[in-house]
């Protein structure tokens, strides 16, 4: 009896130490971030098309980016330079902007612990424009550029717009930080 107490104890404890370990190697869920309590967007059969152009099937696969993602993804800022969408997948995020038909993407997982953007040129003038995800629409983001000098970063539901008047230029170091 006291054999069969002692396996099912210790399967039991088994079964909590893998499920604690899977909780955390899975990182934050999806719910967590603001970005998907935006309502859902399909990208146009066009759009859809040109991201899946532009991500290679190596980061499709690295991220868990599915064909049915073109049809869950997330509007996150419009810019001089186009939309820019969140496409969700089951081990990470892309943003994706279709831009003037070039089309630009840039993937990363779903960490809590960092802030994560995509930046293209504007097509008004030297500046760059884009749109960031965060783990969390209260804090105030700023962007430290240059490692000299900070500017308050327009927040928009779900992250923040990356826009001309912030002076941003390629070749920049820009970090964002939220307080």
């Given amino acids: 009896m006291f054999r069969k107490l002692a396996i099912a104890v210790s399967l039991v404890g088994t079964a909590v130490v893998a499920f604690i370990s899977v909780s ?8 967590e971030f603001p970005l998907f309590n935006l309502p859902a967007v399909s990208l146009s059969p066009a759009d859809a098309q040109l991201a899946n152009q532009v991500l290679s099937e190596e980061t499709a696969a690295a991220f868990g980016i599915t064909s049915d993602a073109y049809v869950d993804a997330r509007l ?4 001089s330079a186009g939309p820019f ?3 969700p997948g089951t ?4 943003l994706f902007t279709p831009g003037e ?3 630009v993407v840039a993937c990363s997982t779903l960490d809590s ?3 994560f953007s995509l930046r293209v040129p504007d097509p008004n003038g030297d500046t760059m424009v884009g749109a960031g995800i965060t783990s969390a629409d209260s804090r105030e983001l ?3 550029i240059d490692g000299t000098h900070e500017a308050a ?3 928009v539901p779900g992250g923040f717009a990356i826009t001309a008047d912030l002076g941003i230029t390629l070749g920049m170091d820009v970090e964002f930080v939220e307080r």
């Fill in 76 to 79: 996150l800022a419009s810019t």
């Fill in 113 to 115: 612990s960092h802030v």
């Fill in 142 to 144: 700023v962007a430290v």
């Fill in 153 to 155: 970063v327009p927040r």
């Fill in 24 to 31: 955390q190697a899975a990182g934050p869920a999806q719910s």
């Fill in 101 to 103: 038909g070039r089309g």
């Fill in 85 to 87: 969408y969140v496409i």
């Fill in 91 to 94: 081990k990470g995020v892309c």
